[in-house]
Nanobody, 121 residues
Framework: QVQLVESGGGLVQAGGSLRLSCLASGRTFSRYAMGWFRQAPGKEREFVAAISWSGGSTYYADSVKGRFTISRKNANNTVYLQMNSLKPEDTAVYYC??????????????WGQGTQVTVSS
């Protein structure tokens, strides 16, 4: 069993930055690839980024490539999402998920409760 808790969301102006964190419980965190997804009101949950268990491989949605960076620190059981050059269309609830690197949310077993990111224009 894995529990995931996101933090770091908030309100930011367009062009600003935020860093989201996802703290995982359980000793097996370092074995899990992890993903970040987001869901805007009235829209389906969409893939944002994913990272392999070692951190050696990362994957991004085209919409965030070059602006967002996913990373992890296994010693702290934490995965991060650094978001730069934020746009109003990035406004959504952001979720971390495990295990895997798939862009399909149905492939993941564990989800956090989400953290709200709001980007004002």
């Amino acid at each position: 069993q894995v529990q995931l808790v996101e933090s770091g969301g908030g309100l930011v102006q367009a062009g600003g930055s935020l860093r989201l964190s996802c703290l995982a419980s359980g000793r097996t965190f370092s074995r899990y690839a992890m993903g970040w997804f987001r869901q805007a009101p009235g829209k389906e949950r969409e893939f944002v980024a994913a990272i392999s268990w070692s951190g050696g491989s990362t994957y991004y949605a085209d919409s965030v490539k070059g602006r967002f960076t996913i990373s992890r620190k296994n010693a702290n059981n934490t995965v991060y999402l650094q978001m730069n050059s934020l746009k109003p269309e990035d406004t959504a609830v952001y979720y971390c998920a495990a295990p895997g690197t798939s862009s399909d949310p149905g492939a993941y077993d564990y989800w956090g409760q989400g953290t709200q990111v709001t980007v004002s224009s």
